[in-house]
């Protein structure tokens, strides 16, 4: 078998198993293991390819790996799903009250539930969305 073959099957394993695991240092290998499969398509000798492979290996670690572990800590900025819905304002189709409503938000229909007991908001009344639970919103008559 050819070795650029073994480099080239070597660094797709290592891409592939960096998939599961996302520590970063494996697709760090597997890209590094590129370096010595050109080298050996064009024939250069093994202790080359090994010295090189070494030398990309550690500049990889040493530099890339770093700023791809802290890209993957930042933490969200953005908040999707029913998250996003929370502050939102919407407007009320049926009254809601503690036990019963209907509400529109983002133009969607969801039931609703006052955000406390007492609350009574009235059809066209704008609110806050306080929280989802389910398919329930929480609401908050605006000020």
Do not use: C, N
């Amino acid at each position: 078998m050819e070795l650029w073959l073994i480099w080239l099957v070597l660094a797709v394993a290592l891409g592939v198993v960096e998939i599961f695991t996302l520590t970063a240092a494996l697709g760090v290998l597997g890209a590094a293991a590129l370096v010595p499969a050109l080298l050996a398509a064009i024939g250069l000798p093994l202790p080359i390819q090994l010295v090189m492979f070494g030398l990309a290996a550690t500049a990889g670690v040493v530099l890339v790996r770093p700023i791809a572990l802290r890209h993957m800590r930042t933490p969200q900025l953005e908040r999707f799903g029913v998250d996003a819905l929370v502050g939102k304002r919407a407007h009320v189709l049926r009254e809601v009250t503690d036990r019963d409503g209907l509400v529109r938000i983002d133009g969607e229909e969801w039931t609703a539930r006052a955000f406390d007991e007492f609350s009574v908001i009235p059809v066209g009344a704008t609110f806050d969305v306080m929280r989802i639970s389910g398919t329930t919103a929480y609401v908050y008559p605006r000020e």
